[in-house]
């Protein structure tokens, strides 16, 4: 669209050209005619002028010497129209000749800065393409005019020279297809406007001794080159035509194909019409053309099938690759979902085998601190409430440890019977009122009468547990944390509602996986395993319940849990690692 944009300045240049081609038919004048087609000409030249010093492509110097090449045809129109009786050759065919070579230095010099000239086969289609139409120049254009009659200088201007400019022309501008530029609306005004110059030669019959064309239909191809050049210079693009080609090497298509089998066809075709038609043509100059375009596309065809040898060696190179890739792969994942089991049978084993001197521990402390024993003094009896509170908390972790290895290797079993969850969920929240108040934080209930449902009623008191004791700890003094009970048509519904340091956007799932520790709870240095909500989803799932997090607004957290009024048949399986 941006294009389009700053095209504006050549589509009024070709509306306007357009409103003038009209005068130059209508009109009968022969001075009309020979001023509105310099005019067309010198638009051409003014906007490759200007489309320099606007654009400024680099490099500048093909179009300066395209700008040059304008320049010649112009004196060369010029001298044509003042002397229209000149014979050939004159000096407005030197002027002619001299601008064909720059023209297709021009294109030259583009394909090398944008480095298409490494693009070896795209050069050789542009050879066979040349070849082809050479074919048709001598069978057609170069051959009758050098038998025809006249002087000998005509003859090698018009029949010679000419033709060979053409094919010079031609073969620049099929190399320019070798670079990235092809895909611009800059190339393709410049490519139409050589097809009008090279259609106006054919149209013409340069092996006539006339030039004077000016004011006919047969000079409507050579005036419309130049406008189309004019647009070329005057689009955006045009400064694209020498970028470097970054681009992969086009792959064989129909076209291709296409195109070669239509130069191997050439010479047999060209020849057949020839003789029906019952032109005389150098049968030597034809099998050399001939047998030049052959070897072309045989070379060709063999850079062809050696480039797709390649790509099917690279194919099968990358194939192999991957399958050994993916070999390692499948070996690594065997070893990870290994050492998961190891890990785990590991955690579980080193859990169950703390639990028991755990227990003697706790068992041995609170056999110390109990009254009808020996008397203590209140330093000792300090220290040992300290190792008895270390203790619990140990066995808690050791706990939580064992239930995580058993959802881990899908080994949760619930023991499901009649329960009360708002009796439940006041026994919880009883329990940890203790807590709560040493935290100085709140804690309140907010319940419904009764709620029975079936469930296992340790694993969801340590369900509640978790969640609430989570919110007391993540709640800083003088906070809140609340639990709501409310029934639903399928079963109950728990809230649990604190007034914390919050969750973060995206933390929503990840505060549910096995050893998460949100930044949150790092940076504020809150004790904890990352275990709590993953045992707590567990249980939830068991249950066939669901279980979400969620941001309060006002800061702070809300856990919501969804019970069922009975559990749903189990689906826990193992973990499978990725």
């Not at 090698?156 to 070798?178: K, T």
């Not at 000016?214 to 020498?242: I, K």
């Not at 907010?446 to 993540?474: C, E, H, M, T, Y």
């Not at 669901?546 to 809300?558: D, E, H, P």
């Amino acid at each position: 669209m941006v294009a389009l944009r700053d095209f504006r300045l050549g589509a009024a240049v070709f509306a306007a050209e357009l409103a003038v081609s009209g005068a130059y038919f209508l009109s009968s004048s022969t001075v009309l005619h020979y001023a509105l087609y310099e005019v067309f000409a010198g638009v051409a030249l003014a906007a490759v002028i200007w489309a320099v010093r606007r654009y400024r492509p680099r490099p500048a110097l093909p179009w300066l010497v395209f700008a040059g090449g304008i320049a010649l045809f112009i004196a060369g129109d010029v001298l044509t129209d003042v002397y229209p009786h000149w014979a050939s050759p004159s000096p407005a065919d030197g002027f002619y000749l001299a601008a064909y070579p720059l023209f297709a230095a021009m294109a030259v010099m583009l394909v090398v800065s944008s480095g298409g000239y490494r693009r070896l086969g795209a050069i050789a289609d542009g050879l066979i393409v040349t070849f082809a139409f050479a074919v048709f120049q001598w069978i057609f254009v170069m051959s009758p005019a050098l038998h025809e009659h006249g002087s000998v200088g005509g003859r090698i201007v018009l029949g010679g020279l000419y033709p060979l400019m053409d094919i010079l022309l031609l073969g620049a501008y099929a190399g320019f297809f070798a670079s990235p530029a092809w895909r611009t609306p800059a190339f393709g005004l410049l490519v139409l406007g050589t097809a009008m110059q090279l259609l106006g030669d054919e149209a013409t019959g340069l092996a006539k001794p006339s030039h004077n064309v000016t004011g006919s239909w047969a000079a409507v191809p050579w005036a419309l080159s130049y406008v189309f050049w004019g647009l070329a210079a005057l689009h955006p693009s045009m400064r694209d035509l020498s970028r470097p080609n970054r681009s992969p090497s086009r792959g064989v298509s129909r076209w291709r194909m296409a195109s070669l089998a239509g130069a191997l066809v050439t010479v047999p075709v060209a020849r057949l019409i020839a003789d029906i038609r019952g032109d005389t043509v150098g049968v030597y100059v034809v099998a050399v053309l001939g047998i030049a375009v052959a070897l072309l596309v045989v070379a060709r065809l063999s850079g062809i099938l050696r480039a797709l040898e390649r790509t099917r060696a690279r194919e099968e190179a990358a194939r192999l690759t991957v399958e050994e890739a993916r070999s390692r792969l499948v070996e690594q994942n065997a070893r990870l979902v290994e050492a998961d089991r190891l890990k785990d049978e590991f955690v579980a084993l080193v859990s169950h085998d703390l639990r028991t001197p755990l227990t003697s521990i706790i068992g041995y402390v609170e056999l110390a601190l109990d009254e009808a024993g020996p008397p203590l003094d209140a330093e000792r009896r300090g220290f040992l409430k300290i190792v008895a509170r270390s203790s619990d908390r140990l066995l808690r972790l050791v706990d939580d440890l064992l239930l995580a290895a058993r959802v881990q290797s899908g080994q949760l079993v619930l023991t499901v019977e009649e329960v009360d969850l708002a009796a439940l969920c006041e026994q919880a929240v009883l329990e940890l009122h203790a807590r709560a108040e040493q935290k100085g934080v709140s804690l309140a209930l907010r319940r419904a009468s009764s709620i029975p449902i079936r469930a296992d009623r340790r694993r969801l008191l340590q369900l509640l547990d978790n969640l609430i004791s989570n919110g007391i700890k993540f709640t800083p003094r003088g906070g809140s944390v609340e639990v709501r009970l409310a029934t639903t048509g399928e079963g109950a519904v728990v809230e649990v509602l604190d007034t914390g340091i919050g969750i973060e956007t995206g933390e929503e799932e990840r505060v549910f996986e096995r050893f998460y520790r949100s930044p949150g709870a790092v940076s504020s240095q809150v004790q904890g395993t990352g275990l709590g909500l993953f045992i707590a989803r567990a249980v939830v799932e068991a249950h066939g319940g669901r279980i979400s997090a969620s941001r309060r607004a006002g800061g702070g957290t809300v856990f919501r849990l969804q019970l069922p009024s009975a559990v749903a048949p189990a689906t826990s399986e193992p973990e499978l690692v990725a």
